[in-house]
């Protein structure tokens, strides 16, 4: 089973470039499950049931979030009510939405896990604890975990804790590619950080000199999602019969002119 993994796909300029790039990708790649990571793609924050219909179409099978999924109030519901649009499993039970999800991909029950790091994010739980116990209970041949996360030490030390006992530990948050993509030594697939779907003549995602105005004045800002120069970053792993990673391949190429 060949998986493709898309980081934060950053506003109307990240969905119409992860669209645009899809064909090419799907040529390329042939994969049999496509995950996106939509935590920013309303409005460059948060996610709403219109820009998740956006995603689906442009070739999402799942779509996974982080700390900005409950921007839009909106949404909420349809958090809820959403079968393929998953948040951090480690946040409130009581909040919208839900942490994990299993699919059938040609005969296999793939189950995807989403987590938020505990360091410098907010969550109710360790997320190493969290997913020991969604591990336990989740009926699945292979599964592929989305640890949305700021700090590369934590990540990384996921990798390890969940190395042998899952297909995929695919980093997310940051929006910066790391270029440490491997499969440990048992099996799993591992990058710290997949990167983002969106402007690189950015911060992030935002126009730069929005940001700087920030950093450097130190006052509030109004932030837009940068336009110019997209790139569709994330990667590509094949999974075996047992559930675990043969190779991970980076992906990361300038998004096409959107027609
Ligand atoms: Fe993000
Ligand atoms: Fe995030």
């Known amino acids: 089973m060949k998986v493709l993994f898309i980081g934060d796909v950053v506003g109307g300029p990240g969905r119409r470039g992860l669209k645009a790039a899809m064909p090419g990708l799907r040529e390329r790649h042939q994969p049999d499950l496509t995950i996106v990571n939509g935590e920013n793609s309303a409005g460059g924050m948060g996610i709403t049931a219109k820009t998740a219909a956006a995603l689906f179409e442009a070739g999402a099978d799942v779509i996974t979030t982080g700390n900005h999924v409950y921007r839009h109030r909106e949404a909420y519901g349809f958090l809820d009510e959403a079968e393929r649009v998953i948040r951090p499993a480690n946040y409130p039970h009581a909040n919208p939405g839900r942490g994990h999800l299993v699919l059938e991909v040609g005969g296999m029950r793939v189950g995807v896990i989403n987590l938020s790091g505990a360091i410098g994010l907010q969550v109710a739980r360790s997320p190493f604890v969290e997913v020991d116990n969604i591990l336990e209970r989740i009926e699945a041949d292979c599964v592929l975990v989305d640890f949305h996360a700021e700090v590369t030490s934590e990540k990384v030390a996921m990798g390890w804790h969940l190395d042998g006992r ?54 509030p800002v109004k932030f837009e999602t940068a336009e110019e120069d997209v790139w569709v970053m994330g990667v590509a792993v094949e999974i075996n019969q047992q559930g675990l990673a043969d190779s991970i391949e980076q992906v990361m190429l300038p998004a096409p002119e959107s027609p």
Not at 168 to 174: N, Y
Not at 181 to 190: E, K, N
Not at 194 to 214: A, D, F, W, Y
């Open 166 to 219: 899952v297909g995929a530990v695919l980093g997310t948050h940051t929006h910066v590619p790391t270029a440490d993509a491997r499969v440990l030594p048992g099996g799993t697939a591992y990058i710290s950080d997949v990167g983002m779907t969106g402007s690189r003549t950015s911060v992030l995602g935002v126009k730069p000199e929005q940001v700087l105005e920030m950093m450097i004045t130190q006052m």
